[in-house]
């Protein structure tokens, strides 16, 4: 397999693995206003709470960001970190409709364990792509991972039919 195969391969996974991500995140917005209800949320706090998911996850991607960018050269140190953010972020997710059910603060709290674990693993993989491609196949690479999102994107109208 030559160089340039496996940067071609793990973007097309980062693709796959951000169509995922952003799908997740559409199904939890369509589903929130329910699990709000449950929890003896009013409806009008919706637009605050998807604004408090907002802030985190942009306070977690970027965090994780930084700390991805010191560790580089290290990046083994933090992988058992990865996989148990990866457990955290979907086990979190899966109990969103059972926790609804025991109130507000347990719904809230799950929610803010769910997007800041899942926000901190988006730079992680971005950094080893670019650290294993060459420069000039970086813009293609980050294209076919911006593919995954752009998908998604296409696909969130059907599933809000849905």
Known sequence: MSANAIPRRVALYLAVVQFFFA???TVYVLFLPELLQRAGIERRWLPWVLALDQAI???ADLAMGLAVDRARQSLRAI???LVALVALSSLAMLA?????GLG???LLATTIVWVACSAALRAPPFALLSRYA?????PWL????MLGLAAASALAPYLGLR
């Open 57 to 59: 996850f942009l306070v």
């Open 79 to 81: 992988g058992g970190w």
């Open 104 to 106: 507000a603060g347990f």
């Open 134 to 138: 060459a420069s000039a196949a970086m």
């Open 142 to 145: 980050a294209g076919v991972v």
């Open 23 to 25: 799908l997740g995140w």
């Open 96 to 100: 969103l409709p059972a926790v609804s």
